[in-house]
């Protein structure tokens, strides 16, 4: 993974002792609230609903398990014991006290964290594969490109200030599992006809409150001018898109609005000033960064180990384990396994400081010492021995780490909804906590096969329910807590937006209505059909009806109708 020079630490530690700067201004009363708002917005702090909170970026996922273990120790010293990955792969602190965030971002520099641009009007997080670098159906491995974003978007010059957040996702997999689609730019690397690797380039995708799946606006794009092109896209976004509307200022209005002809169109010509320039990505650059993703020391092993086989036959719940949480690696007895943090009755996302040190200790003993944070809210270890699978099962069970619904109807993501976010219309934990009561049987799940559910509390779609099979979207509707479902998202190559079904229901309902949902899939499906499968041959009316049945609808607020069709 990659590791800092000298400039890096240097960058780092110069922003904490700024951000700590700001903070003392703040309290003895020379920086206004309002001052400090945009600064500590692009060091991660957020005031919420009941007080602060701290998102910590972690670079596409990968994390050492010294850093883990450094989460951690912060989470017990300066917040709850806890923290909380979210989609983009970062994690957050929900209860930091104020006054001592400057000394969180202190700790997380001398394992080389921070919190930049984790928050703000610039470009966040570059997500990527949680399988990157391992995956069999992989064309390259797409962390050194990530990395690079990482380098040139950080402290950008001229993208501090944009019209809105802007996000960028990579994928180098046949099927996409970063959701590139529903991102501001999504980029797919790709293979010319000419052996040579490039970028096919997506713009315009992203949730929230109107939906959109993004558009090709370069089928192929020379590694070399990968930067200079970013550059050129962005400067077209950033001069003409709204900043007038909140609502209206991400870069998907401005791409519709023109239209992706015209706004690729822009691009290439902002692109005839920069293109050749000085942000030409040379071979000896990219050689530099690709340099820090060598893979580890593996052993030459057969292709399977007869003693994972041999577990399987001899222990039921180990082979359900297997089944869901264990996933092929391009080198042979090797696997990389998903730790599950949809445990029943926890909230999804949140792992405890204890969890944190033993998925830690499960990295340094398994896995090379290195993790990865999930879109879906989970934790990976890459690189385990097949034979070693038994032993790292048992240890996260004991943990609270094994439960086997990696990718079924309880594997849920989920915003931290009302109890803590300061926008949120509804709570979201208390309704996964309530589906995860109503689905608590695994063997019933596997039966189900693979449903994604997912929970936002609000317009701002978090928990990304618009890609979800089943949708949760909380709602508020005269002041009271209402939920919107919709049906038929999906995520990778086909990536969908759900559709609503009909008029919100309220939280005591919800479980309901999702099993009513698929009940329908259960009583219609063919031998090999998932559930987006039956849905999109039946289409919607049959699942609406269902869940509808029987009730007494009152009409809903003409708010909420809006919001719907929004």
């Not at 596409?60 to 983009?88: E, V």
């Not at 315009?204 to 799946?213: A, E, L, N, S």
Request: glycine share 8%; proline share 5%.
């Amino acid at each position: 993974m990659y590791r800092y020079d000298s400039i890096d630490r240097q960058i780092v530690n110069e922003r904490v002792a700024q951000y700590r700067s700001q903070i003392l201004r703040n309290l003895n009363g020379t920086l206004s609230d309002d001052e400090l708002k945009p600064l500590r917005l692009q060091n991660g702090l957020y005031i919420q609903r009941h007080g602060p909170m701290l998102r910590i970026a972690i670079p596409y996922g990968l994390l050492s398990a010294g850093q883990l273990r450094k989460l951690a120790d912060i989470s017990r010293r300066y917040d709850r014991s806890y923290g909380h990955f979210t989609t983009r792969q970062n994690m957050q602190l929900n209860w930091p006290k104020f006054e001592e965030t400057p000394e969180i971002l202190g700790e997380l520099a001398t394992v080389e964290m921070h919190a930049i641009q984790t928050s703000g009007n610039c470009i966040r997080n570059i997500t990527t594969d949680k399988f990157a670098g391992v995956a069999p159906d992989e064309l390259t491995d797409p962390r050194p490109y990530c990395e690079i974003l990482r380098q040139w978007s950080t402290f950008h010059p001229e993208f501090a200030f944009l019209p809105r957040k802007f996000k960028i996702a990579v994928n180098a997999a046949t099927e996409d599992r970063a959701v590139i689609r529903t991102h501001d730019v999504g980029l797919e690397l790709v293979r010319a006809e000419s052996g040579e690797i490039g970028v096919r380039v997506f713009a315009g995708g992203g949730m929230g409150r109107t939906p959109v799946i993004g558009k090709v606006v370069r089928d192929f794009l020379p590694r070399k001018h990968l930067l200079t092109y970013l550059d050129a896209l962005i400067r077209v976004y950033n001069r003409y898109g709204r900043r007038d509307n909140l609502y209206k200022a991400r870069i998907k209005i401005l791409v519709n609005a023109l239209g992706v002809e015209e706004f690729a169109r822009q691009v290439e010509e902002e692109w005839t000033f920069l293109k050749d320039g000085p942000a030409t990505l040379t071979d000896a650059e990219f050689a530099r960064v690709a340099a820090h993703f060598t893979p580890p020391p593996y052993e030459p092993l057969p292709d399977n180990d007869p003693s994972f086989a041999t577990a399987q036959a001899e222990n039921k719940a180990f082979a359900a384990w297997a089944k869901r949480s264990v996933h092929p690696h391009r080198i042979p007895g090797y696997a990389a396994v998903t730790l599950s943090l949809k445990a029943p009755g926890s909230p999804p996302g949140d792992i405890s400081d204890t969890q944190m040190e033993a998925v830690a200790d499960l990295a340094d003993r398994f896995s090379f010492g290195e993790l990865r944070v999930t879109h879906e809210q989970n934790v990976v270890l890459a690189d385990v021995r097949q034979r070693d699978l038994f032993e790292v099962w048992g240890i996260a069970r004991a943990h609270g780490l094994a439960t086997a619904n990696i990718g079924l109807l309880t594997d849920m993501i989920c915003c931290p909804g009302g109890d803590l976010c300061s926008l949120a219309n509804a709570r979201s934990v208390p309704i996964a906590l309530a589906v995860q009561e109503k689905f608590d049987n695994l063997d019933y799940l596997h039966d189900l096969g693979e449903i994604s559910l997912n929970i936002s509390g609000c317009m701002n779609s978090c928990g990304h329910h618009h890609v979800a099979n089943i949708g949760v979207l909380g709602v508020d509707k005269n002041n009271e807590e209402w939920y919107q479902i919709t049906v038929g998202g999906q995520q990778g190559n086909a990536a969908t937006i759900g559709k609503v079904i009909g008029p919100s229901f309220s939280a005591e309902e919800v479980p309901d209505v999702v099993e009513a949902l698929v009940s329908v899939y259960l009583e219609q499906r063919t031998p090999e059909e998932r559930f987006i499968d039956t849905f999109q041959r039946l289409g919607i009316e049959p699942f609406k009806e269902r869940a509808y049945r029987g009730r007494d609808r009152r009409k809903p607020a003409a708010s909420e109708e809006g919001a719907a069709h929004d």
